[in-house]
């Protein structure tokens, strides 16, 4: 648990899942100081720890565990892959059985633990939105989709920071997903992060979107959908009800890389 030793250490875990890395810090006592300066100091890959984001496991009177989730940028969202970690790292410790419920920024989810594949539900998709740039899908966090033909050859950090930051998105911000539909049931993506601002080797709610724009344009009524991203493969189920895509899961490994202290 999060505690300050004399010489103010922070106790830390690290975990990926396909290749999307995250500090994990225990804070059921709720001790954590959440500054966005101290969590980008965390985050950084030269001068901290380095990651994709730090998720705080904290408690929740409305589920069995808060996620609790910070960009490298201090800011909050949704993170797919992150509470997939989260998730690992609580079963791991024994804060929860094989099945549970957790509290995120947008609302409830449901995980469950199937030997090494970490499952979490996702928030129902109810609009699919017709974009000038793209086609934005809302997954708890907001991404614009692009396909291309050729996505191992986009320059994803150049031309996704020019879209999050065109008019049209800078001021809220937005996940820029290119990718390259292979048939019905999979896909290749990389994903340019709002908040890291820099691609991600994984992005659990962009794999997410990118499933669900795949199965409105094959119009598909249930999963599965297979998508391989630079760090690993996933999988996305659904179920299709008239207009909307409900039940939706996101399956995939999620596993502890080592563990520290820092000093803060």
Same mark, same amino acid.
């Given at each position: 648990?999060?505690?300050?030793?004399?010489?103010?250490?922070?106790?830390?875990?690290?975990?990926?899942?396909?290749?999307?890395?995250?500090?994990?810090?225990?804070?059921?006592?709720?001790?954590?100081?959440?500054?966005?300066? =101290?969590?980008?100091?965390?985050? %950084?890959?030269?001068?901290?720890?380095?990651?994709?984001?730090?998720?705080? !496991? $904290?408690? *929740? &009177?409305?589920?069995?565990?808060?996620?609790?989730?910070?960009?490298?940028?201090?800011?909050?969202?949704?993170?797919?892959?992150?509470?997939?970690?989260?998730?690992?790292?609580?079963?791991?410790?024994?804060?929860?059985?094989?099945?549970?419920?957790?509290?995120?920024?947008?609302?409830?989810?449901?995980?469950?633990?199937?030997?090494?594949?970490?499952?979490?539900?996702?928030?129902?998709?109810?609009?699919?939105?017709?974009?000038?740039?793209?086609?934005?899908?809302?997954?708890?966090?907001?991404? =614009?989709?692009?396909?291309?033909? %050729?996505?191992?050859?986009?320059?994803?950090?150049?031309?996704?920071?020019? !879209? $999050?930051? *065109? &008019?049209?998105?800078?001021?809220?911000?937005?996940?820029?997903?290119?990718?390259?539909?292979?048939?019905?049931?999979?896909?290749?993506?990389?994903?340019?992060?709002?908040?890291?601002?820099?691609?991600?080797?994984?992005?659990?709610?962009?794999?997410?979107?990118?499933?669900?724009?795949?199965?409105?344009?094959?119009?598909?009524?249930?999963?599965?959908?297979?998508?391989?991203?630079?760090?690993?493969?996933?999988?996305?189920?659904?179920?299709?009800?008239?207009?909307?895509?409900?039940?939706?899961? =996101?399956?995939?490994?999620?596993?502890?890389?080592?563990?520290?202290?820092?000093?803060?």
């Amino acid at each position: 648990m999060f505690t300050f030793a004399g010489d103010m250490l922070l106790q830390f875990y690290k975990y990926q899942g396909t290749g999307n890395d995250f500090i994990i810090i225990d804070d059921r006592t709720q001790a954590f100081n959440e500054s966005a300066e =101290l969590v980008q100091r965390l985050c %950084d890959r030269r001068f901290g720890i380095g990651s994709d984001g730090v998720m705080l !496991i $904290r408690p *929740s &009177d409305r589920a069995d565990l808060h996620l609790d989730f910070l960009n490298p940028d201090g800011t909050r969202s949704f993170c797919g892959n992150g509470s997939r970690c989260g998730i690992r790292f609580a079963h791991s410790s024994g804060m929860i059985g094989d099945t549970c419920s957790f509290e995120a920024v947008d609302g409830i989810h449901q995980a469950k633990v199937e030997d090494s594949v970490i499952c979490i539900s996702m928030k129902d998709v109810d609009h699919i939105h017709s974009h000038s740039q793209g086609t934005v899908i809302h997954t708890g966090s907001p991404h =614009l989709l692009l396909p291309t033909e %050729d996505v191992e050859n986009v320059k994803v950090k150049e031309e996704g920071s020019s !879209i $999050r930051y *065109s &008019d049209d998105f800078r001021e809220e911000g937005i996940n820029v997903n290119f990718i390259q539909i292979n048939d019905e049931r999979s896909l290749d993506i990389r994903t340019y992060e709002r908040g890291v601002e820099d691609e991600t080797l994984s992005c659990g709610t962009g794999v997410t979107a990118a499933a669900i724009y795949l199965a409105e344009l094959k119009q598909l009524t249930e999963g599965p959908i297979h998508v391989r991203s630079r760090g690993g493969d996933l999988e996305v189920d659904f179920k299709k009800r008239e207009s909307d895509y409900v039940d939706i899961w =996101l399956l995939g490994p999620a596993e502890r890389v080592y563990e520290g202290s820092i000093e803060i």
